[in-house]
């Protein structure tokens, strides 16, 4: 209870940038006091309502669930309502998105990508209205993968995504969530080659930066591990 | 600014204001009826409240052969106080296993202790052991959906704010006019059908748990197109919220923390709650059920020993968690841990030091009022979910959201279809209003005045302190005039800062605050006429429930003033939905 009124003055760095009228993008700096454990949301929020009201930036449920407040902080991808702030941040929009203004991407064409995968089982017959028998431990795990926020935080840090052919750690955790789903009964692993799969260097970065602890990583190796002595099923 | 602003023209059969569970539900269901759909998102598609619920689902799932309908019928009415709807009610109870499986078929698992058996719990208010689940909660079942509507090409356009429906002379929806954020353009969209589902209005409160965009727009859309509130005068807020740091202050703690053994057992005691002198308040309030009773008992309790002086420093009040049940917890809800870890310690993560809570405004009971199939009384508006009232009365089961967006989202779509498909709105109906309107908004752009930001912190706190857990006819009075000054005398001195109209925040502040007015007063216009108390609506001045005001209160518009009036309940035992051509 101590560290709830201990504070501290951080240094925001904020790329602006407003493609509609801006050539460029450019740092504006700022200042704010406050507890020492705010988090970065906290102090893009008081920039908001303190120092720049023009200041476009996005958050909906401050609490780690949505996933909309993805930024960049000293480089890193981070969701800025759980990140801690630090003395010093330099705090961009999240790479490699398109932006629409200041600190807020343009979402669409994740969700272009998401939709591409087909990400619903799909089924030998119908749902029959009764409990699908699925092992207690399987749902639990399907669960995990379900609970990915679609931030893109992984995207984002992902050094294959920079360098290769590879649509991300996301949409490939996803894919491990349908190929692990007994429901469905589409081979799963063919979208994962052709997501660019075989590029992910291991580096596991993902996993690290991962805000709702799930490794995508895992799932890269499990669709590996699958394609060389054949998938359990 | 612009006299003439520019709007774009768009066509649709149904258009659907809000990207949660209900939004996305009648989605699937207008699409599926043949509908075109599209559905507006404020914010990013995922930015919603469902995805922050702990998605806890009550449905009599036949695994307890002790439960059936009839009872969660009968717990939904007594937590409700009596004055649900009781059509609504029924249905809710009758369908909402139903829908639960529906979710199942697009991929959500819930928990199970066998590979056919749902995990069971109890949930605050119910009587039964009841209660599923997922432990991917709200966000697994806004997941799960998104991804059906995407195998159907369901549009779902990001940053697009419903501004108001646009109607013809007779009053019937033509249209949509939709403020498009994300370029700062306008578009009205010539539709037979709107849906709200824009959920409830947790961000009237100073302290409230749920998302940034729960301003309330929906309701006050509804409001001015003519429709009519009911039941607006409840506001249930969670008893068990984070006290601090100040970023998730009211940011709920889930049930399991609460409940501990009694999460399982019926018989067993809730964690205990204590005031700064040790005190089981609780008790004062509800000896029979305790700190297991309805979360309107707890929260008022709760906010009585805080308001009286008897909380911590930090306002709230000690939390004695069941040690016993960290191992379970840790395995169903490690994410809450983790939480309680960071903002907390590991002593109060582990269960094993008191944890401060407070109650925190949570979800709108009342809403628009409906009909069985999502009808409101404004032909063509249709709305679903945490912006319907009257399925949960004057307070709502723990777990009962969940199937209410389910079952009330999918009859909107469905019903929403069905009127769109004979509706023949020709396009561009109505344009000449929308602009009025349109230009209207524009009028704070580029000129100096008063910040939206600070106007809606003077309403979030009025609401806080007057229209919340404790009211009386005095601070209602006041409260009424204040936000009738501010009307008056704040609005029109409004101003918009950025000059880009791309993402303008301020500008969307605006709007929203003009929502938030609208309702603010519906709300405290009802609180102050029932001179009573009942489920989530506490007054001071008439502390006892008085059976004389076992009715509902309908809030409607005339001639531009709110007009609050009284009607009989809507009771039935058994509902009979009236004939409907789509089932």
Redesign the interface.
Known sequence: ?ST?HATVTVTAEILRY????DAAPRYQTFEVKG?A???V??VIRSI??GQA????????????????CAVRVNGTPVLA?QEVCKPAMRIEPLSPFPV???L?I???EI?DR??AL????Q?AV??D????????K???N???Y?????CMVCVSACPAVDERPFDGPAFMLKLR??AI?P??QRNRLPQALKGGMLECFGCDLCTQLCP??LSPAQAIRDFRRDMIFGAPR | MSQNPEIVLEQADVVIAGSGAAGMRAAIAAHDAGARVVVLAKGPARATHTRMSGGRYNAVSGLNPDDNTDAFFRDTLDSGAGINDHRLARILADEAMDRAYDLEAYGLTWDRKAAREFSLSMTGGGSFVRTIGSADEGIGITEVMIHQLHVRDIRIADFHMLVDTVCDDAGRVVGALVLDLSRGKWRMFSCGAVIIATGGTSQLYETSSGPTINTGDGIAIGLRAGAELVDIEFMQFIPISFVYPRSIRGYTLTEPAHYGMRHYDPTADAAHLLNNKGERFVLKHDPVRKEGSTRDVLARAIMLEILEGRGTPEGGVLMMPDERVFGSFLRERPIYVKRLLENYGEAQARLQAPIQVMPSALYTLGGVRIDPWCRSGVPGLFVGGEAAGGVHGANRLGGSSMPDIQVFGRRAGMAAAEHARDAGVQPGQGLGWAKARAAQLETPLGRDGLRPVEVKRQVQKLMWDHVGLVRCGDKLRSTLQAFSDIRRSVLPQLAVTGRSRVLNREWMEMIELENMLDIGESMASAALAREETRGAHYRTDFPAIDPAWCLNLVVGRRNGDLDVRKTPLMRFARDTAPAFAAE
């Not at chain 1, 009201?53 to 909309?68: K, N």
């Not at chain 1, 209205?129 to 207690?136: C, I, L, M, S």
Request: charged content about 25%; glycine content about 4%.
């Open positions: 209870m709830v407003d493609p509609t009228s507890p454990n705010m988090r949301l906290d908001y309502e009201a023009d200041l476009a930036y996005q958050f909906a449920c401050r609490i780690g669930r949505c996933g909309t309502c629409l203004r200041d807020v343009d979402r669409s969700d998401y939709a087909e990400l619903v089982p089924r119908p749902h209205g009764t409990p699908e028998p699925v092992d207690p399987l749902a639990l399907i669960c995990a379900d609970s990915c926020l679609a969530q349908m789903h429901a469905d709702a602890d």
